[in-house]
């Protein structure tokens, strides 16, 4: 652009900064990848970016020019891969839930008996959580502000958590109402939310003798659930 | 709930006090916000529908609400405290922790039970209404909590673990009855809560140690 007429050296406006490129974006020209190759880093970087954007400003005041600014593409490349920022959200979602439940699983899957089975999950969420507060606080905080069909996606996604409740049916003498998987999932939610939304997302791992004293009770009775809770309190780490 | 809504107000002068009728104009927005919100969900409420609803005029409703919002949350923090006031009622009537907390489930789903649009609106429409109602939201499952923890309390004697199952007891009760509200079908709601205290909480009385 030529400088306005009259207009001193210096004056002009600076020309657009090119955004710094990010470590896993593929550099301009001649790459030889394919198109679908760089059509899945683009969808990746985007929804890496909106989780971040999402988790550091909250669902309402995250942008799209900074999801797209973070992540390296152009807006129109952004509306290529979804339909809008909700859009993009929810599958930003999707993905992060189902990394804590495959977490949860394999810890869970790990062990042989349901009590340390539930043991081992609840404790792998709780550390994957307090490790990376963005995504606790995208997957129980910003999840319920993202519209209804954010809602009813993290409803149906939350179902996966009840497994490793249900599970315990099988080890109980209990005639357990069939919602108690679910319930317990609910429970934890409303926790988890409470306690990220209060800050205290690096502490989580702490409650884990508590939520294992509510989560067997149903199961397994009250003196195995405060058997569980004194175990836990004994190994509680005390400042980590 | 909002009982006065339905009353008709005929023009002209009618000798009651400027205060009766404005109260009247209110329980009428109030039940115009659940019914609307519950037929076209709170993004798609606007004041035309629920002026249309109510009867009203946009003059009368401007003097009484500044906008969407402030309508919503009144009519939100006027059920939460209806709601309140029923659970507290009956848990005051429970006989012994249990009793106390099943009969303030009871309570508490009943009224859901019986008012579907109203449900929809605090239940479902709630997380959809913005921060502010989110975060009333936020404390009325605070207050329930609170209330719940007490009975716990006396079970088991441990004041932050009493804290933590009763914050449980009532999201693992929210997460059940989102589905059944969301779809209209709150019939059966009520008898959750006699199954949720045997599975729940009736394990505590059986600590043997």
């Known amino acids: ?240 | 709930m909002w009982d006065q809504a339905n009353i008709k107000l005929t023009g002209g002068p009618h000798g009651i006090p400027r205060h009766v009728v404005s109260g009247i104009q209110r329980d009428r927005l109030l039940r115009a916000m659940a019914r609307t919100v519950a037929e076209f969900g709170y993004q798609e409420t606007t004041v035309r529908r629920l002026l249309a609803r109510a009867g009203l005029s946009r003059r009368t409703y401007y003097e009484l609400f500044e906008d969407k919002e402030e309508c919503f949350l009144a009519a939100y923090d006027e059920v939460a405290e209806h709601v309140m006031a029923l659970v507290e009622e009956a848990f005051a009537a429970g006989d012994g922790p249990e009793d106390r907390i099943e009969r303030a489930l009871r309570a508490y789903l009943g009224f859901w039970a019986q008012e579907p649009d109203i449900a929809r609106m605090c239940v479902v429409e709630v997380l959809a209404a913005g921060p502010a109602a989110r975060a009333r939201r936020a404390a009325a499952t605070d207050r329930f909590a609170e209330l719940l923890a007490e009975p716990l309390l006396e079970l088991r004697g441990d004041r932050r673990l009493s804290e933590l199952s009763a914050r449980g007891l009532v999201g693992g009760v929210q997460e059940l009855i989102y589905g059944p509200i969301d779809a209209g079908q709150t019939e059966g709601l009520a008898d959750l809560a006699e199954a949720v205290v045997a599975s729940q909480v009736a394990p505590l009385a059986l600590l043997e140690t």
Request: proline share 6%.
């Open chain 1, 1 to 240: 652009m030529p400088p306005r007429k009259g207009a001193r050296p210096g004056d002009e406006k600076p020309a657009r900064r090119r955004a710094r490129r990010r470590p896993d974006q593929i550099p301009g020209g001649r790459h030889g990848l394919a198109p679908e190759e760089v059509a899945e880093s683009q969808r990746g970087r985007i929804l890496r970016a909106m989780t971040e954007a999402v988790g550091r400003d909250g669902y309402q005041a995250a942008r799209v020019a900074d999801v797209i600014a973070h992540a390296g593409v152009s807006r129109k490349t952004f509306y290529e891969h979804f339909e809008d920022k909700e859009h993009c959200f929810v599958v930003a979602y999707e993905q992060a839930l189902a990394r804590l439940l495959s977490v949860t699983i394999e810890a869970f899957e790990a062990q042989d008996e349901w009590v340390d089975q539930l043991r081992a999950g609840l404790t792998a969420l709780l550390h994957a959580l307090a490790q990376d507060p963005t995504v606790a606080r995208v997957c129980f905080v910003e999840v319920l502000a993202a519209g209804p069909t954010a809602v009813a996606t993290r409803n149906e996604a939350m179902r996966g958590f009840a497994y490793v409740y249900d599970a315990g049916r099988l080890d109980t003498d209990a005639d357990l109402p069939g919602f108690t998987g679910i319930s317990m999932v609910g429970g934890l939610s409303e926790i988890l939310y409470r306690e990220i939304v209060a800050g205290q997302t690096a502490d989580l791992p702490k409650l884990t003798p508590e939520l294992m004293y509510m989560s067997v009770l149903p199961f397994l009775g009250a003196d195995t659930a405060a058997r569980e809770l004194e175990r836990g309190r004994r190994r509680r780490p005390a400042g980590d």
